[in-house]
Structures are given as C-alpha cells and as structure tokens.
C-alpha cells in the first residue's frame, strides 16, 4: 500500500529521502504537464518543472498544514519565476484578494513554521 500525502509530508520533514523520492514519482508527470501547460514549449517546461522542485525542496520541510499537496504544488508551480510572465500577472493580481501568497511567491498555507 503507498503512503498517503500526508504521510510523505511528515517524513520528508523529518529528512526520509525515499519519502522525496516516492513525492516526486507520484506528482513529477503531473508536475510536467501543467508547467508545458502554461509554457507551451518544451525547453521551459523544464525550467519550470525544475524550479517547482527546487521550491517545493526547499519549503515542504517547514510548511505548517497543506490541504491538498497536489494544489499547493500547482500553485508553486503557478507563482514560479519561471512560469510564463502574463500568467503570473494575473495570478499575482488574484492572489491579493484572496490571499494565496507570500512575500517569496509561495502559498500563504505554506507557514514558517511546522505544526
């Protein structure tokens, strides 16, 4: 039986590698196809689907409670400097009313600190 979410969450924070690696098996296609969604070009995709890793790395250990993780890595991916500019326009002009992001671009669920 495969882990839940919320299970991979919990022992990525606690620095389990394998639960990463089974993270990122689970949402890499996904992760790929919306970021050549809002590309429409290959080589950007990369990019994109690159820098949506890097973030997701680097903040998932110090989030405090994600709803639904499969929605906050959209919205990684969504809100990356990498994503098309026109999309990020008008995502960031959205986001003001009801609030998805923080000063570094990131989903406002995603706390500083850990529950």
């Not at 394998?18 to 990019?47: G, I, P």
């Not at 680097?58 to 989030?63: D, F, I, R």
């Not at 959209?74 to 026109?86: G, V």
Request: aromatic share 10%; with cysteine.
């Amino acid at each position: 039986m495969q882990p839940s979410d919320d299970e991979l969450v919990y022992r990525i924070r606690v620095r389990d590698e394998e639960a990463f690696e089974l993270l990122f098996q689970r949402y890499k296609s996904m992760v790929y196809r919306y970021s050549h969604y809002l590309t429409m070009n290959s080589a950007e995709a990369e990019d994109l689907f690159q820098d949506t890793w890097l973030r997701v790395v680097k903040h998932l250990p110090s989030c405090g409670m994600i709803e639904s993780l499969q929605s906050w890595i959209c919205r990684i991916t969504n809100l990356s400097e990498e994503s098309p500019r026109p999309f990020r326009a008008m995502r960031m002009r959205s986001s003001k009313s009801c609030r998805t992001t923080d000063i570094d671009g990131l989903p406002s669920d995603c706390s500083r600190h850990s529950n």
